[in-house]
């Protein structure tokens, strides 16, 4: 069994189609002087933009939080031995362990050469 962070592909997918919905409202609201109409499209726009955001940053720091859980019980493992444990892909392992690295979270017996 494996304990990957939890994904939420569902979420993402309903925060980019409402984005993409409020665009699709505000363009020709816009086109047609309905003001108010595409005030509501570019709300939904923005809400939708800043939920996916959001939805990938969760993601990230879950991914984080499970690499350094990892490395805080075996500081040896190597982001491919990573990735299987974890059930993740090694580019996102390698992702999240530069993002360790670069906000010094990393222990230092953790750190990957160079």
Do not use: N, W
């Not at 962070?5 to 020709?28: D, E, Y």
């Not at 108010?36 to 800043?50: D, E, I, M, N, R």
């Not at 075996?74 to 892909?89: F, N, S």
Request: charged share 15%; glycine share 8%.
């Amino acid at each position: 069994m494996t304990d990957h962070p939890i994904h939420r592909p569902g979420a993402l997918i309903v925060c980019c189609t409402l984005a993409a919905l409020g665009a699709a409202v505000a363009v020709p609201a816009a086109l047609a002087d309905a003001y108010a109409v595409c005030a509501v499209g570019l709300f939904a726009l923005g809400g939708g933009a800043l939920a996916a955001y959001r939805t990938v940053r969760g993601s990230e720091h879950r991914t984080d939080h499970a690499v350094l859980e990892r490395l805080r019980q075996d500081p040896a493992l190597g982001p491919e031995a990573l990735a299987d444990q974890l059930g993740l892909r090694p580019a996102a392992v390698r992702l999240s362990l530069r993002r360790l690295t670069v906000s010094d979270q990393l222990p230092p017996s953790a750190a990957p050469p160079g």
